[in-house]
């Protein structure tokens, strides 16, 4: 089929491109602009906000015009903490929409609108940065440790515990054993590893939890207090914060708001003391088990934050359990709280958003710049407004789209928890879906979404795959697309695994066997691509060219932009206007295309620079005013038009 060129309509998005700057309080008039090809032949442009529930629609005003495309701004009166807006486009027949998911010619609901909150963003380390999650049992024994033998497999263990005798064996894949199997990776060995990952680009170290529980993944929490002593205490955390901070990178925890483990002292002491505080800490309930819990797992009690006291322990104020991780010797920089759609929702109890007020405040209290990200697997818009969570682990509007356009349909890979494999879909199938979850949220929201291509609890993107090929185009889109990207220890040389107990495999420091390092260099050179643009990090996105096996964007911010492409499998190609890659200009200016007009005529420096590939093997060749992307695939062309 011929593919879509997205390039032909109008664009804006919620970049410092496109809004002036973002609201800081109600009753701030902010400017917002939005650029329009010629081809478009609007008679005129409206900009439509949404005002205490009733849509306002004011005229736009006409700033600049280029043989190419012509700018408008509007100014917009945040008059809500959350205010949405769109563009009215009269035509000559009829009128048309621009909202956050695309263009329409035909009447839309509200649910997509551009939207900007008043509250704030995520820090800029947290939306420029590059996250490496680790699951601290399979990274690294420290040298005082030791090698793992059969003869030190049980040292420092707990007795039900069921220990690895060798490093590089495969964890147990399922059964009732998976959260028994110990390798014995602790926090020193990750210390010991630090200048490993600032090498490869890591800015951000993410571990998932290291409170002691009954299990290797220690989401079932005996106590917040302190540490697991198998990881090496309290000590050993302050050690490794320090060693990560000395490196200029972050530390961010994991910590469970929803439920905790059987063994916990809160729930000891409820089940034992019906009068006790603790009792009211969770849900009593008619079941066999006598109380609620996660998707009625037993050994995961859920909370009821009905408690002001289990809210004082747990989310509220520095001596909380969110809160004392974050203050030194630890010095946390935020938290990843597990399963954060359920925290606070049972039945007709919906205190979710409050939670997440209420732990983002204790946060940013300790510390201005921390961060607090939710976990999601769903469709998480409802939770992300802005004042709660600061953003979500992307599963819905990343991993699902990007694994169903990768993955390799003969494998059958399980559809995330679906009775059903996970299907093949074509690139503008990836695309909808990801335009469709983005346009649900703030952009300030969206652009701080960790995205993912497997976590602790997925396969592999390796095994999803099949081969190295894919992994390079499924790595390209991450380390490009809009948001932040997060890689799961190992997949960045290669790690196998059927699903997220399997995936969850030692690091192969010594076993070359399991080291690929074509696949290390495709994530280290595109880390460095990505690292040395600001179209990445700070840029708006811009969709040009949705076909079935490729798709091609551009992220631009105010000083740089680039063009991506990227192939399932070979293509038509496809050509792209020149003046794409013309700068912005100044706000209710002219642009220096407009500029070169009045001077003599457009050069190369106005309908965009000679490109310079910055990743890949294929030059983008120049035809009159348009880039000719050639139809290569599988794989990835990255090239900096400014």
Same mark, same amino acid.
């Given at each position: 089929?011929?593919?879509?060129?997205?390039?032909?309509?109008?664009?804006?998005?919620?970049?410092?491109?496109?809004?002036?700057?973002?609201?800081?309080?109600?009753?701030?008039?902010?400017?917002?602009?939005?650029? /329009?090809?010629?081809?478009?032949?609007?008679?005129?442009?409206?900009?439509?906000?949404?005002?205490?529930?009733?849509?306002?629609?004011?005229?736009?005003?006409?700033?600049? =015009?280029?043989?190419?495309?012509?700018?408008?701004?509007?100014?917009?009166?945040?008059?809500?903490?959350?205010?949405?807006?769109?563009? #009215?486009?009269?035509?000559?027949? $009829?009128?048309?929409?621009?909202?956050?998911?695309?263009?329409?010619?035909?009447?839309?609901?509200?649910?997509?609108?551009?939207? /900007?909150?008043?509250?704030?963003?995520?820090?800029?380390?947290?939306?420029?940065?590059?996250?490496?999650?680790?699951?601290?049992?399979?990274?690294?024994?420290? !040298?005082?440790?030791?090698?793992?033998?059969?003869?030190?497999?049980?040292?420092?263990?707990?007795?039900?515990?069921?220990?690895?005798?060798?490093?590089?064996?495969?964890?147990?894949?399922?059964?009732?054993?998976?959260?028994?199997?110990?390798?014995?990776?602790?926090?020193?060995?990750?210390?010991?590893?630090?200048?490993?990952?600032?090498?490869? $680009?890591?800015?951000?170290?993410?571990?998932?939890?290291?409170?002691?529980?009954?299990?290797?993944?220690?989401?079932?929490?005996?106590?917040?207090?302190?540490?697991?002593? /198998?990881?090496?205490?309290?000590?050993?955390?302050?050690?490794?914060?320090?060693?990560?901070?000395?490196?200029?990178? !972050?530390?961010? $925890?994991?910590?469970?708001?929803?439920?905790?483990?059987?063994?916990?002292?809160?729930?000891?002491?409820?089940?034992?003391?019906?009068?006790?505080?603790?009792? %009211? #800490?969770?849900?009593?309930?008619?079941?066999?088990?006598?109380?609620?819990?996660?998707?009625?797992?037993?050994?995961?009690?859920?909370?009821?934050?009905?408690?002001?006291?289990?809210?004082?322990?747990?989310?509220?104020?520095?001596?909380? &359990?969110?809160?004392?991780?974050?203050?030194?010797?630890?010095?946390?920089?935020?938290?990843?709280?597990?399963? &954060?759609?359920?925290?606070?929702?049972?039945? =007709?109890? %919906?205190?979710?958003? %409050?939670?997440?007020?209420?732990?983002? !405040?204790?946060?940013?209290?300790?510390?201005?710049?921390?961060?607090?990200?939710?976990?999601?697997?769903?469709?998480?818009?409802?939770?992300?407004?802005?004042?709660?969570?600061?953003?979500?682990?992307?599963?819905?509007?990343?991993?699902?789209?990007?694994?169903?356009? /990768?993955?390799?349909?003969?494998?059958?890979?399980?559809?995330?928890?679906?009775?059903?494999?996970?299907?093949?879909?074509?690139?503008?199938?990836?695309?909808?879906?990801?335009?469709?979850?983005?346009?649900?949220?703030? #952009?300030?929201?969206?652009?701080?979404?960790?995205?993912?291509?497997?976590?602790?609890?997925?396969?592999?993107?390796?095994?999803?795959?099949?081969?190295?090929?894919?992994?390079?185009?499924?790595?390209?889109?991450?380390?490009?697309?809009?948001?932040?990207?997060?890689?799961?220890?190992?997949?960045?040389?290669?790690?196998?695994?059927?699903? $997220?107990?399997?995936?969850?495999?030692?690091?192969?420091?010594?076993?070359?066997?399991?080291?690929?390092?074509?696949?290390?260099?495709?994530?280290?050179?595109?880390?460095?691509?990505?690292?040395?643009?600001?179209?990445?990090?700070?840029?708006?996105?811009?969709?040009?060219?949705?076909?079935?096996?490729?798709?091609?964007?551009?992220?631009?911010?105010?000083?740089?932009?680039?063009?991506?492409?990227?192939?399932?499998?070979?293509?038509?190609?496809?050509?792209?206007?020149?003046?794409?890659?013309?700068?912005?200009?100044? *706000?209710?200016?002219?642009?220096?295309?407009?500029?070169?007009?009045?001077?003599?005529?457009?050069?190369? &420096?106005?309908?965009?620079?000679?490109?310079?590939?910055?990743?890949?093997?294929?030059?983008?060749?120049?035809?009159?005013?348009?880039?000719?992307?050639?139809?290569?695939?599988?794989?990835?062309?990255? *090239?900096?038009?400014?």
């Amino acid at each position: 089929m011929p593919h879509i060129l997205a390039a032909a309509v109008p664009h804006h998005d919620g970049s410092s491109l496109y809004v002036q700057e973002l609201p800081r309080q109600v009753g701030q008039t902010i400017t917002v602009r939005v650029r /329009v090809p010629l081809a478009t032949a609007e008679k005129s442009v409206h900009l439509r906000v949404v005002r205490d529930g009733e849509p306002r629609i004011s005229p736009a005003r006409l700033v600049s =015009t280029t043989e190419y495309e012509r700018w408008y701004e509007a100014n917009l009166l945040v008059h809500n903490p959350v205010t949405n807006y769109r563009f #009215f486009f009269e035509l000559e027949t $009829g009128y048309a929409w621009l909202n956050a998911s695309g263009w329409y010619t035909r009447e839309i609901p509200d649910a997509h609108d551009f939207k /900007v909150t008043v509250y704030g963003v995520a820090p800029d380390w947290a939306r420029e940065g590059l996250v490496y999650q680790i699951f601290p049992d399979r990274f690294a024994r420290s !040298k005082a440790k030791g090698e793992l033998t059969p003869e030190t497999a049980s040292n420092d263990l707990p007795h039900w515990a069921l220990p690895a005798t060798d490093w590089n064996q495969d964890p147990i894949p399922s059964g009732e054993n998976v959260g028994r199997h110990f390798f014995g990776g602790d926090l020193d060995g990750i210390t010991e590893h630090l200048d490993y990952l600032k090498d490869l $680009g890591v800015t951000t170290v993410y571990l998932t939890p290291v409170f002691p529980g009954q299990s290797n993944h220690r989401y079932d929490a005996n106590t917040f207090d302190e540490v697991d002593p /198998v990881l090496g205490g309290n000590e050993a955390y302050a050690r490794l914060s320090q060693a990560v901070h000395d490196r200029g990178m !972050k530390l961010m $925890g994991d910590i469970t708001t929803n439920h905790t483990g059987i063994g916990h002292e809160w729930f000891t002491t409820a089940q034992s003391d019906p009068q006790s505080l603790e009792h %009211d #800490f969770f849900y009593w309930t008619d079941d066999p088990c006598g109380y609620a819990s996660w998707k009625e797992v037993t050994s995961l009690p859920k909370l009821n934050y009905h408690s002001q006291e289990l809210a004082q322990r747990m989310i509220d104020g520095p001596e909380s &359990a969110i809160g004392k991780w974050l203050a030194p010797p630890y010095s946390l920089d935020g938290w990843r709280v597990d399963v &954060a759609n359920m925290t606070g929702r049972y039945g =007709t109890d %919906d205190m979710t958003h %409050d939670i997440a007020r209420r732990a983002r !405040k204790t946060v940013t209290d300790a510390n201005p710049q921390g961060l607090v990200i939710a976990e999601h697997f769903h469709d998480a818009s409802r939770d992300l407004d802005g004042d709660g969570w600061h953003a979500n682990m992307n599963y819905t509007a990343f991993t699902r789209p990007v694994w169903s356009w /990768v993955a390799d349909p003969k494998l059958g890979t399980p559809a995330f928890g679906l009775p059903s494999a996970l299907p093949q879909n074509t690139g503008r199938d990836m695309v909808a879906s990801m335009r469709e979850f983005d346009a649900a949220i703030p #952009f300030q929201v969206t652009a701080s979404q960790w995205n993912m291509l497997g976590s602790h609890d997925t396969p592999r993107l390796r095994t999803l795959v099949g081969d190295t090929a894919m992994v390079e185009v499924a790595a390209g889109m991450l380390l490009t697309y809009l948001g932040v990207p997060v890689i799961f220890a190992g997949d960045e040389v290669g790690l196998t695994g059927v699903n $997220g107990e399997h995936a969850r495999k030692t690091m192969p420091w010594d076993d070359p066997s399991r080291w690929d390092d074509q696949i290390h260099r495709i994530y280290a050179d595109l880390i460095a691509v990505r690292g040395a643009s600001t179209a990445f990090s700070q840029g708006g996105l811009r969709w040009l060219v949705v076909a079935d096996d490729a798709v091609v964007f551009l992220r631009e911010s105010a000083d740089a932009c680039a063009l991506v492409a990227l192939s399932r499998a070979p293509w038509s190609g496809a050509k792209i206007p020149r003046f794409l890659g013309v700068p912005a200009g100044q *706000w209710g200016g002219h642009t220096q295309a407009e500029q070169s007009i009045e001077s003599g005529g457009p050069s190369d &420096a106005t309908i965009g620079q000679i490109p310079q590939t910055l990743y890949g093997n294929t030059t983008l060749a120049t035809e009159g005013d348009h880039f000719v992307i050639q139809g290569f695939g599988p794989g990835v062309g990255i *090239w900096r038009l400014r």
